[in-house]
């Protein structure tokens, strides 16, 4: 006997364990079936490509080392695809990781490796020195869509850009409870134009600026811890791969062929370890056609293949995956927006499918740009819906959500 008529046909649909046994317990009953049944749904490849997971998330949050002194750990960031403000159309966003202090330089999306040392130089290393470590996202930029529409009705943002970093450095930080000029330098600016000068003596000063960096390293521990707990709430001590294990990959950050999530498959594989990168990362071996993608992934993104111990067990080799081709899906129209998590979205209808759940879907804008048009025609005919003119609330909640009280 075989499960397949009650767990892999289409009239079947791959109910899991407890209702395939319950299929099977109408009409059949024998020694060893429900193990048998739980060995041939665990191990089903089909069942592991489509089904969501339900344990928390592999790996325990692994904070970056706290830094001890100003400017000497920093993170780097490119916020991109902003209107042409003199030739600029990009900001170059860097954060000391001590200090929390920040500086935002008008740049270009097409900038080089070249041109992005000579910024470095310029406004950094000229500054405060070489740093020892630089975190950043994967890839030669690291881009946010977060702030793409900030400055949409402003053509001349990078003028008031100054104004942006110092306002920034001027507030109090939520993990530092202070501001990240006084957390440098021991002191608030002077930005009133009268003030009262007072001399301090370089020794007091110093002492002051010593006293200033332990309170905060002290801050740092307790928000760092505190952060980690909380995220560590919804994730598990994850599993130890070895060589040449067979793992899945999740779908999450790699684009398909198709237009939406709900139709391609939410786990992809399975593919073999080459090697354990560090605790936290392992590289895959892909299909050679997936030229574009990093073969190296957090464990949060890998799950354990479960294999079959039932003799002669015949599975469908999984389909290819187009990732590589840029196929598009024709817009007919833009039926709603909404501002969620700081981005704009669309409800899009799209052409050529029939089903109600497919026929339409949310969006984010930036996956709109060969449809800008109708997304035009959209926000004229219902100006009271969220839209570009959205831009400042955006560039507020960007503020709040780097740290600002």
Same mark, same amino acid.
């Given at each position: 006997w075989t499960p397949w008529p009650r767990e892999d046909s289409p009239l079947a649909g791959h109910p899991g364990q407890e209702k395939t046994l319950k299929l099977f317990k109408w009409d059949f009953h024998q020694p060893g079936m429900t193990q048998f049944i739980k060995d041939y749904?665990? %191990?089903? @490849? @089909?069942?592991? /490509?489509?089904k969501n997971i339900h344990h928390r998330k =592999?790996?325990?949050? $692994?904070?970056l080392p706290m830094p001890n002194v100003p400017w000497i750990c920093l993170s780097m960031n490119f916020i991109t695809q902003l209107p042409l403000s003199n030739s600029f159309d990009s900001i170059l966003d860097i954060?000391? /990781? =001590?200090? $929390? !202090?920040?500086? =935002?330089?008008?740049? !270009?999306?097409?900038?080089? %490796?070249?041109d992005l040392a000579h910024l470095f130089i310029k406004n950094i290393f000229s500054k405060h020195g070489l740093p020892s470590s630089i975190a950043s996202d994967r890839g030669s930029l690291f881009c946010f869509f977060l702030l793409d529409q900030s400055f949409y009705h402003q053509d001349n943002w990078n003028t008031w850009l100054p104004l942006a970093e110092f306002a920034y450095n001027n507030s109090d930080h939520s993990s530092t409870k202070q501001s990240p000029f006084f957390t440098v330098y021991g002191r608030d600016p002077h930005f009133d134009s009268v003030y009262i000068t007072q001399d301090t003596p370089a020794g007091k000063l110093s002492t002051k600026i010593q006293s200033v960096q332990q309170d905060v390293k002290r801050e740092l521990e307790v928000a760092i811890n505190r952060f980690k707990r909380y995220a560590d709430k919804s994730r598990v001590v994850p599993p130890v791969f070895n060589l040449g294990d067979m793992v899945w990959l999740s779908s999450k950050?790699?684009?398909?062929?198709?237009?939406? $999530? $709900? @139709?391609?498959?939410i786990w992809l594989g399975p593919f073999p370890i080459l090697k354990k990168v560090s605790t936290h990362a392992y590289h895959l071996k892909l299909p050679s056609q997936w030229k574009s993608i990093h073969p190296v992934f957090h464990i949060s993104l890998l799950e354990p293949v479960t294999t079959s111990t039932i003799p002669k067990r015949h @599975?469908?080799?999984?389909p290819p995956i187009i990732i590589e081709?840029?196929?598009?899906?024709?817009?007919?129209?833009?039926?709603y927006s909404k501002l969620k998590s700081g981005k704009l979205w669309c409800l899009v209808e799209w052409k050529g499918f029939s089903q109600d759940s497919? /026929?339409?879907?949310?969006?984010?804008?930036?996956?709109?740009k060969n449809c800008l048009e109708l997304v035009k025609n959209f926000h004229t005919l219902y100006a009271d819906k969220p839209g570009p003119n959205c831009s400042r609330a955006l560039f507020l909640w960007f503020l709040v959500g780097r740290g600002i009280s």
């Open positions: 749904v665990s %191990s089903c @490849q @089909q069942c592991s /490509r489509n =592999f790996a325990l949050l $692994k904070p954060v000391d /990781r =001590f200090s $929390k !202090m920040a500086v =935002f330089i008008p740049t !270009m999306s097409s900038i080089t %490796s070249l950050n790699i684009k398909s062929a198709r237009p939406t $999530k $709900k @139709q391609s498959e @599975q469908e080799p999984p081709e840029e196929e598009e899906w024709e817009v007919s129209q833009i039926l497919e /026929r339409s879907t949310w969006e984010p804008t930036e996956n709109l």
